[in-house]
């Protein structure tokens, strides 16, 4: 099928040329990037400082002032370097369309360096890979996290914590189906009474040790790294725990747009999180044995149940969010044409954006159990956390030097200037959460490293099916014109073949052709191409080339968030003079049966995998929303 044989449009959306929803206020947009977009970083507290302490703790076992300082100062920075500089203040402005996200960038990347060059899809599918990884960990860790707060309510909590734990993941991943539009108008909220709540427990905290504000001072984190030694690598792969969920600023830009998410960061989340930060600082000063829990210590112990609820409802607004990104990142990966075709299914009327993905989601699910299952605390799981994340991180570093240079015109010495430091940033905190690989931190590298080898041979192998296929296809040029001088029967009604190449004829065409020897009235040869776009003007989408009274070829383009819906696009031809009755019309699909063979660029465990993921394709048909009473499919075999 063509490009876009992984390539149905989905309901009317107002961002996408649909029409009749008035767009919602700025502040409405800003409250639900809080709730949407800050989820997961916002959950960060509950394990980031306690985890970086405990691993500075390795070289002498005591909680001393220099190490509380070293360690809050480099919190505070990785969140004004990273996440203020890198994310809110050059990223967001890096949008494809209004579209950011790892693969909006590769697109965009691809645009401006020119799809030849094989570096940035592959930067494309490293950054894609690692992102599922952590769409697996962060709700294993963020409820895990949340629900051990339990025990400091009553130790009678402790050994069903786990159980807990596995009954609310999977009632979060069973609810799914049912769509997030009635939830997610609660998460801004719920989320924003969260910041409130964390930035009040440590102000609470601060007065305890006012001294606490020297964390601000860069000195304190250079000398903690520079009299470490490795514990303070170690210590800095921790740090970066309080960063995770920097990349959904970038990924929810479409969303929300780049104005709301920066008001929501610097005037709430960066200063709610900076407080708890250096409240729980104060606190471990003040109490070293609250290094036990440190954010659920902050507040009183009457406070203390009603603390736990609102993190746990935290911790799984978190997860949603994580989870809606993972069906965003996959529906984007089969338009580009790195996956297999998937099952999507539409949760809203309103928005083309809210979908549900059966495969995706039953998958997460049984990655997030095993994780869960396996590390058992959020401390032992928060060692693999760390690379997924530095990983994607460096990956967009490394294409935004490319967009900026290319894409921004800036010169070149400009763009380094700009992106080397933050790249060089990301690259050692890489190198210090790769001290804890063999503590987990292998888990997400293999996710990562399994995914890769799947969108690789996808891609492969479809490129060697086309390459294939058209040696063996008949220009279509020619079979027009011999049809002309020697035309077949005619019946009534229109057939549209479906094709990768509209320079070629379509298999299902010769073979309808040779087996029934006759023609409908009306034949339209389709081919489907994925933008580097995310959406593509109605109006823009169709070029019809009328070829002779028998023949048109048909060139429908959609942007990869567009997910293609035919007969929509079929009815909007009428526009250009093209009759189109859907009752009349029959669309003919080329069913390939495809074997391995050794003769071919993949090895053979490749060809193998290949198979199996075609064989585990969605239907053609039900894909491009095509009606199931009018399709006729055409078998025919391969090797690739």
């Known amino acids: 099928m063509s490009t876009s044989e992984n390539s149905t449009e989905a309901p009317d959306d107002p961002a996408i040329g649909g029409h009749g929803h008035r767009p919602p206020s700025f502040w409405v947009l800003t409250l639900g990037s809080i709730g949407v977009v800050y989820g997961d970083i916002g959950t960060s507290p509950l394990y980031a400082l306690r985890e970086a302490v405990l691993a500075a703790m390795r070289k002498d076992g005591v909680i001393t002032e220099p190490m509380i300082y070293g360690v809050l100062s480099l919190i505070i920075w990785a969140l004004i370097l ?95 189906s049912r769509g997030t539009a009635r939830v997610a108008k609660f998460f801004g909220p719920i989320t924003l009474i969260w910041f409130i709540a964390i930035g009040a427990a440590g102000l609470a905290h601060i007065a305890d040790h ?14 903690f790294l520079s009299s470490h030694g490795v514990i303070g690598l170690v210590t800095l792969g921790a740090v970066f725990l309080a960063v995770t969920g920097a990349e959904a600023l970038y990924a929810d830009l479409g969303h929300f747009g780049k104005r709301p998410v920066q008001l929501a960061w610097l005037a709430l ?32 112990e009457w406070a203390l149940p009603p603390m736990v609820i609102l993190a746990t409802a935290a911790t799984i607004i978190a997860s949603q969010a994580v989870i809606t990104g993972a069906y965003s990142l996959t529906r984007q990966a089969i338009q580009l044409g ?44 928060a060692s693999a956390y760390g690379i997924a994340v530095t990983g994607t991180m460096v990956v967009t570093a490394s294409m935004a ?69 058209r040696k063996s296809e008949v220009p279509l040029k020619d079979l027009v014109e011999s049809l002309g001088k020697r035309p077949p029967h005619r019946v009534p009604g229109t057939a549209v073949y479906f094709t990768s190449d509209p320079e070629s004829a379509p298999t299902a065409l010769l073979h309808s052709l040779k087996h029934y020897r006759v023609l409908h009235e009306s034949n339209v040869v389709l081919t489907i191409r994925t933008s580097d776009l995310p959406v593509v003007p109605d109006l823009e989408k169709m070029k ?79 894909y491009f929303r095509l009606p199931a009473d009018r399709v006729v499919e055409v078998g025919t075999q391969i090797t690739v």
């Open 82 to 176: 990273i996440v203020t500089i890198k994310y809110v203040l050059v990223l967001l402005n890096a949008d494809n369309k209004g579209e950011g996200g790892t693969l909006s960038l590769m697109a965009l990347a691809q645009r401006a360096m020119g799809t030849k060059l094989v570096i940035i899809p592959i930067l494309g599918m490293i950054g894609a890979a690692l992102f599922y990884g952590d769409a697996i960990i962060t709700p294993a860790i963020s409820v895990l996290s949340a629900v051990e707060g339990l025990k400091m309510v009553t130790p009678a909590f402790e050994p069903y914590i786990l159980w807990i734990t596995i009954a609310i993941l999977v009632v979060l991943f069973a609810v799914q």
């Open 210 to 223: 006012p001294g606490i504000f020297h964390a601000f001072n860069p000195y304190y984190a250079v000398v």
């Open 269 to 300: 989340v960066l200063p709610s999180l900076l407080l708890n930060y250096l409240g729980q600082g104060a606190l471990l000063l003040s109490n070293p044995a609250a290094i036990e829990n440190p954010f659920f210590l902050l507040v009183p």
């Open 338 to 381: 790195l996956l297999p075709r998937m099952e999507i299914r539409f949760t809203s009327e309103a928005h083309a954006g809210q979908v549900y993905m059966p495969q995706v989601n039953w998958l997460l699910l049984i990655g997030v159990l095993v994780l869960v299952a396996l590390f058992q605390t959020s401390s032992s799981l």
């Open 401 to 469: 030097i490319a967009v900026i240079w290319k894409y921004w015109k800036w010169p070149l010495w400009a763009s380094l200037a700009l992106m080397v430091p933050l790249l060089a940033l990301d690259v050692i905190f890489l190198g210090a959460n790769a001290l804890k690989l063999h503590e987990g931190g292998w888990v997400p590298l293999a996710i990562g490293a399994g995914l890769m080898v799947i969108m690789w041979t996808w891609r492969q192998g479809t490129r060697i099916l086309f390459e294939k296929t």
């Open 544 to 622: 019809l080339v009328r070829l002779n009274d028998m023949f048109s070829s048909l060139v429908v383009t959609f942007g990869f968030m567009e997910t293609p819906h035919v007969p929509k696009v079929l009815a909007l031809a009428r526009k250009t003079g093209w009759k189109f009755d859907i009752m009349t019309t029959s669309f003919f699909l080329s069913r390939r049966s495809v074997r391995a063979s050794k003769n071919t660029g993949m090895p053979l465990w490749q060809d193998h995998l290949f198979i199996a993921l075609a064989r585990n394709a969605d239907d053609a048909s039900h």
